[in-house]
């Protein structure tokens, strides 16, 4: 899977649930970034660390929440917080953090709230 | 922060004539400007990308050209062919330590 792993594809959530999509990567990128994908909306950025025990909020952080306790995993939490959480939500790693060269994306988590 | 801004946000070519989708940006500081291609329900895919040291870069079909004194950027494809259809985003990065800011996209259709 191109080394940045995604799961489950496909999650479908409850009103007020929380969920957890889950970010692992074999690529030994210190970096690593969750990006939301609405259509016409681009990506746009809720959360990226560059260390282990250290993240930082992006343009969307709201009603989300990531930990980042190992180098490989870096896994999105939604909260009941997040009025409307259906999207495509991709997670990415990078080799150096703060530059964008050298991105890999994972392969995607569609979440629906049903 | 970072705003870029991608035109068109749809564009239809038929196969073999040219496209080109335009990018600008608000950050002077930002020096790396990649170009991600998406087909439907997969992962964005790296195909292109320039730093700013550089004026033009080309693979092929596909080529980008960056203004720094103007501030844009702009991805150009080439006797286009049916499996160039999809998503394509442009985005930029600075070195200070911060993520890809990506524009909203522009949808390629190549019509044979």
């Known amino acids: 899977d191109g080394g940045i792993t995604q799961s489950p594809k496909y999650l479908f959530r409850k009103e007020g649930q929380n969920v957890t999509l889950s970010c692992e990567q074999n690529?030994?990128?210190?970096?690593m970034y969750w990006y939301r994908q609405d259509p016409g909306q681009g990506l746009r950025l809720i959360y990226y660390?560059?260390?282990?025990?250290?993240?930082q909020k992006g343009d969307i952080a709201e009603g989300y929440s990531v930990s980042r306790e190992k180098k490989e995993s870096f896994p999105l939490t939604v909260t009941s917080a997040q009025k409307n959480p259906t999207a495509f939500y991709l997670c990415?790693?990078?080799?150096?953090?703060?530059?964008?060269?050298?991105?890999?994306f994972g392969s995607g988590t569609r979440l629906t709230v049903v | 922060g970072e705003n870029v801004e991608q035109h068109p946000s749809t564009l239809s070519v038929q196969e073999g004539d040219s496209a080109v989708i335009k990018c600008t940006y608000s950050?002077?500081?930002?020096?790396?400007f990649p170009w991600y291609k998406q087909e439907l329900g997969k992962r964005p895919q790296l195909i292109i990308d320039?730093?700013?040291?550089?004026g033009e870069k080309k693979d092929q079909r596909i080529a980008v050209t960056l203004n720094k004194t103007a501030k844009h950027f702009s991805l150009h494809i080439t006797e286009t062919q049916p499996e160039d259809s999809a998503v394509y985003f442009c985005?930029?990065?600075?070195?200070?330590?911060?993520?890809?800011?990506f524009g909203k996209g522009t949808s390629l259709l190549v019509t044979p």
């Open positions: 990415a790693s990078s080799i150096i953090p703060g530059d964008g060269y050298g991105y890999t």
């Open positions: 690529l030994n990128h210190d970096a």
């Open positions: 660390s560059q260390i282990v025990n250290d993240f």
């Open positions: 950050d002077s500081a930002s020096n790396y």
């Open positions: 320039i730093r700013s040291n550089v």
């Open positions: 985005a930029a990065s600075t070195d200070s330590g911060y993520a890809l800011n």
